[in-house]
């Protein structure tokens, strides 16, 4: 299981595969009272075979999945040679959510290998959202492309990339010493309430980065801040030098504050930080102008592996708010 929503039927849940670890990955519904598997959600799943994040449209009538790969592909960590064969997640799929059936399947090309987090437009009446794209098979940047409504039909189109940085193979992990470069692994994003800030996190270059997204189509570079990081280990101002990087970034409903955790998944952290993963978490002001801060948040640090942050009283992430 990976993602949570709660509707007005039931708690739905994403998972990325079967038991046996083998797909076909998709949602599942669980009574809102009793916490009873009601049964899978998707009446006809179409080509729809990888699955990952999902997200709703509701005004629309319509729900996004996203998709990384099956509990045997990424539970070792990650394959190179299911990476160069461009066989993880590429797809975004579109489902009509009352009828519970596929729509539409958007490839986005086997060369954007894990199109993972989505964030669509709070604002009900608009139908357009984002999605990240781990890395590019052809130059290991990664990406942040627009998906929107036009039409009857949903296109994509990329507006956001960053790219890897070039490195001494010998600061780098085994994985990828070949490559001579750190990719940004863009591992997470979040979209503040008013759905004009994109925050992003590079979880290998260790950069945390901001973006004006009131025109989604040219979103506007407006902050940066580095943490960690493979090679860099950038420190907090209240740290010393830090491994791991901006990994699950979530942000304050006022939108004056990001939270940052640096673990992703164990097999992971350790192909990309072989010398073991230590557990912080951060807040970062945001500037109601733009603009990142480190100045005036708390850093701490623990013993346990630190993954994911939620606000009490809710959050830019929390489930779809109510409306008229």
């Known amino acids: ?19 046996d670890g083998n797909g ?22 179409g080509p729809q075979q990888l699955a990952y994040d999902f997200w709703w449209h509701l005004g629309y009538d319509t729900a996004i999945t996203s998709e990384w790969g099956t509990p045997n592909m990424v539970e070792a960590g990650v394959n190179p040679e ?18 519970r059936r596929h729509r539409q399947e958007i490839d986005l090309g086997k060369e954007q290998q894990m199109v993972l987090e989505l964030r669509p437009a709070h604002d009900p009446t608009k139908a357009y959202g984002f999605v990240g794209v781990v890395v590019s098979l052809k130059d290991l940047s990664s990406s942040i492309w627009t998906w929107y409504l036009d039409g009857s039909t949903y296109k994509v189109e990329k507006v956001i990339e960053v ?27 979040n979209l503040s309430l008013d759905d004009r800030w994109l925050y992003v996190s590079a979880w290998g270059t260790g950069e945390f980065l901001q973006f004006d997204v009131s025109d989604p189509f040219k979103p506007k570079k407006t902050g940066s801040v580095h943490l ?9 101002p209240k740290s010393g030098p830090l491994n791991g990087g901006p990994q699950m970034v979530e942000l304050s409903r006022d939108g004056n504050r990001a939270y940052l955790t640096n673990s992703l998944y164990a097999s992971w952290d350790e192909q990309f ?36 942050v939620h606000l009490e009283g809710g959050d830019a992430s929390s489930d779809s708010y109510c409306y008229s």
């Open 1 to 19: 299981p990976h993602t949570i929503h709660c509707g007005p039927d039931g708690i739905y849940v994403s998972a990325l595969g079967a038991p």
């Open 24 to 45: 076909p990955g998709g949602i599942f519904v669980i009574d809102h009272d009793t916490f009873a598997v009601k049964g899978r959600w998707e009446l006809d799943r």
């Open 82 to 99: 299911l990476l160069l064969a461009g066989e993880y997640g590429h797809k975004l799929h579109i489902w009509d959510l009352p009828k």
């Open 163 to 189: 790219p890897a940085e070039p490195a001494d193979p010998n600061d780098l992990p085994p994985l990828l010493k070949g490559f001579k470069a750190v990719p940004p692994l863009v591992s997470d994003i």
């Open 228 to 236: 960690g990081g493979i090679v860099r280990k950038a420190a907090h």
């Open 273 to 308: 930080y072989p010398e073991g993963i230590k557990s912080w978490v951060t807040s970062i002001h945001a500037r109601p102008e733009g603009g990142l801060s480190l100045d005036d948040g708390f850093f701490s640090t623990f013993e346990q592996r630190t993954h994911q």
